[in-house]
């Protein structure tokens, strides 16, 4: 299938840059996402998702975190979305870390989304509680994503698609701000359920102590389940994490 080649061409060229990238700059890692979304819609209001991801501390290589989460949404409307998740999230030795952590989430969220022709919009408003080797700490996050579809208006079946977005991280203690994300991917939608994405992200961390900044090649797969009868409407393609 042309698609399908095309598509390893350009993922081939994406890990190609990131191994160049790790030969003068060891700072570079992988994120692997793999999600399963139930959607809601105007008959099925209620919907949600299941995700696990790994990460590495060099390109495909140095696996030290892994997570696993999962929510409940309910669409309000096709454009409010409301979700809980929980989640457990485990980092093993990493010289970003001092030791092993183990953190168990919650999280409450919600999405706005707007869909002009070819623009798709998101906005996402997230709380998180979280306990981190057993202390309780808060967090607010907020996530501004832009989809473009490249050969249709919208994200269809064989289509070709950009996703960009810049995530903001920050807690109730002084100073605030705590991470941000940039991240940007091309990706292809298959058919109705699936759809693959291989891109860049660039995190950067901020403590008192010290900061740090780390890009990721960062490859996902999605699967959508589709609910029979269920109306036709318009979806992004947004990880849940």
């Known amino acids: 299938m042309p698609s399908i080649r095309y598509f390893v061409i350009a993922l081939v060229f994406i890990v190609g840059a990131g191994v160049s990238a790790k030969a003068q700059n060891n700072k570079v890692g992988t994120f692997g996402i793999a999600t399963v979304v139930l959607p809601g819609d105007s008959i099925h209001h209620w919907g949600g998702y299941a995700e696990l991801q790994s990460r590495g501390d060099k390109v495909m290589s140095d696996f030290f975190y892994y997570e696993t989460k999962a929510g409940l949404s ?22 970003e870390f001092l030791s092993k952590a183990t953190e168990f989430r919650l999280w409450e969220q919600m999405t706005v989304n707007q869909f002009l022709y070819r623009l798709k919009i998101e906005h996402r408003y997230r709380v998180e509680q979280r306990w981190v080797n057993g202390y309780y700490r808060n967090r607010f996050r907020y996530r501004l994503n832009v989809f473009i579809p490249l050969n249709h208006t919208k994200i269809d079946p064989k289509t ?22 940039a991240y940007a991917a091309l990706g292809y939608q298959f058919n109705k359920s699936i759809n693959v994405q291989a891109g860049w992200l660039n995190q950067y961390n901020y403590t008192p102590a010290y900061a740090t900044a780390k890009n990721n090649l960062v490859l996902t797969f999605m699967y959508r389940i589709n609910r029979k009868n269920a109306v036709a409407r318009e979806h992004m393609p947004s990880t849940g994490d």
């Open 74 to 95: 309910y669409d309000i409307t096709k454009d409010f979305v409301a979700l809980i998740g929980t989640g457990r999230y485990v980092t093993n030795d990493n010289p």
């Open 160 to 181: 070709w698609f950009i996703s960009v977005y810049d995530e903001v991280f920050l807690n109730n203690r002084v100073p605030n701000f705590e991470r941000n994300r």
